[in-house]
């Protein structure tokens, strides 16, 4: 990983800060301790530093390298001393164990190289030939009910202002904001709502739209056309989108191949999930 990279350089400082003898090349597997039998490597040492907030990060290498083995070895000791291990901290423990391995996992995945013919290939199938995307500049006010929308909605019909009103009637976030939502393209709203910006004219007020989120009216400020954008300018992103094709369709297959057996449904009630007794029992 290339953002490992430092983690280990600055670990090898500080070793090289504590001890003259560890001034030769080291290795992330290299031992600085061993506690009962259990070895503690300057890897781990890198990692724990890797995760530790950001204050603590410019403190002198010495210093931290005490301090993390300290850490360490404290902690070594404290599981050392558990003998028997709860439920749940199994449970925690095959959840990291679980995360971990699959992080690796997708980390060499997605870390295969990926060509300019392929970019440029996924930037002829994604944009050429096709029209220009219209971006919407909306507004809404979002009410519980569809009695408190249409009473929003004669008022302004007979000449409320819309961004004073949002102010006072609309529970959304945009509220305060006098509903303003700014610029945004297809698939960026939910479906009711995208659907009823593009049915409007600019500067029209729609009937009340009902979304998940509540009922709304919306008023369009203005629309554009957006042109379609330069190669160079969207490579990030089309090498992003293959890496997420090459990641589907490994874990696909990888799903595919494997001897999965499922609890029958309806065998297991899903409200456990959330049950203050489930690791008791």
Known sequence: MTKQTPLWMAAIAAVALVTPAAAQETASDQVVATVNGTDITLGEMALTKSQLPQQYQTLPPEVLFDGILQQLIQQTVLGQSVKDVSKKTAADLANKKRTVLATAAIENIIQQPITDEALKAAYAKKYEGADPKVEYNASHILVDSKEKAMEVKKQLD?????????????????????????????????????????????????????????????????????????????????????QKEMLDAKIAELVSAADVTRAKKGTIDPALLSSDTLFTK
């Open 158 to 242: 007979s000449g409320a202002d819309f961004a004073a009103t949002a102010r006072e009637k609309s529970t959304g976030p945009s509220g305060p904001n006098g509903g303003e939502l700014n610029w945004f393209g297809e698939g960026q709203m939910v479906k009711p709502f995208e659907k009823a910006v593009a049915g409007l004219k600019v500067g029209e007020i729609s009937e009340p739209v009902k979304t998940q989120f509540g009922w709304h009216i919306i008023r369009l400020n203005d629309k554009r056309k957006v042109d379609i954008p330069a190669f160079d300018k969207v490579r990030d992103q089309l090498r992003a989108d293959l």
